[in-house]
């Protein structure tokens, strides 16, 4: 079975530019949450969304967005990139919002000059 | 603000050690703890603790979650190189979603 997949895997940006990160879960998990992972920090959660509602929304400024589709991939944007933005996106699948373990992708370099 | 902290943040030991990793967690809800184990990019799952005192095995790898001191240990015994890793670990919160909120991780490293 195929885990969690993201793309791209690296992406290189300029200041002020947008960017869309994509992320396609495991087969049944109808969950998908993004993490932004500053190096030699933990990961930090961004986004929740199950059935293409948010049901969680970390400390991140608007310039951060995302949604689900109807067959649960998701897309995160980032408006505006600060060079703080530049970091590895970690995309998390899991069947439900309950008391599941999460499986996660193995992310996007995102660097922003 | 439910915060996470691991230590020690980096660790050097030898092939065949023992080692202890610490997880402790400040809560005003909590439902689980998460242990993951991360080489290059992508957190692997270890372990999901919901219940204090009773331990979790896989392999040389064991976990405990004692939710009166609120902490958490990861154990792994006869070390080897292949445990070179930061190891991280993570709360959920007792309400909907299961949002991981992370420490800053332990950074292992097994020489030969």
């Known amino acids: 079975d195929a885990g969690v997949t993201q793309s791209p895997t690296h992406l290189i940006k300029t200041r002020g530019q947008q960017v869309t990160l994509r992320c396609s879960p495991i087969?049944?998990?109808?969950?998908v949450s993004w993490y932004q992972q500053v190096l030699g920090q933990g990961p930090q959660f961004i986004f929740q969304?199950?059935?293409?509602?948010?049901?969680g929304r970390g400390n991140f400024p608007d310039r951060f967005s995302a949604r689900q589709f109807p067959n649960y991939s998701s897309e995160l944007n980032v408006n505006a990139l600060l060079l703080g933005d530049s970091a590895l996106y970690l995309c998390?699948?899991?069947?439900?919002?309950?008391?599941?373990?999460?499986?996660f992708g193995p992310g996007t370099r995102l660097t922003v000059l | 603000e439910d915060k996470v902290v691991q230590s020690p943040l980096s660790l050097v030991v030898h092939e065949g050690d023992t080692v202890t990793l610490n997880c402790s967690y400040e809560?005003?809800?909590?439902?689980?703890l998460l242990w993951y184990k991360q080489e290059k990019k992508a957190p692997t799952f270890l372990f999901m603790l919901?219940?204090?005192?009773i331990e979790k095995k896989s392999g040389r790898l064991s976990s405990i979650l004692d939710k009166k001191e609120l902490f958490s240990i990861l154990n792994i015994t006869a070390t080897q190189t292949g445990d070179s890793a930061v190891y991280l670990c993570?709360?959920?919160?007792?309400?909907?979603?299961?949002?991981?909120?992370f420490g800053g991780g332990t950074r292992l490293m097994v020489k030969p």
């Open positions: 087969s049944g998990h109808k969950s």
């Open positions: 809560v005003t809800n909590f439902r689980s």
């Open positions: 998390a699948s899991s069947p439900g919002t309950s008391n599941n373990e999460q499986f």
């Open positions: 969304y199950y059935e293409k509602e948010e049901r």
């Open positions: 993570a709360r959920t919160p007792n309400n909907a979603g299961n949002m991981l909120t």
């Open positions: 919901t219940s204090s005192g």
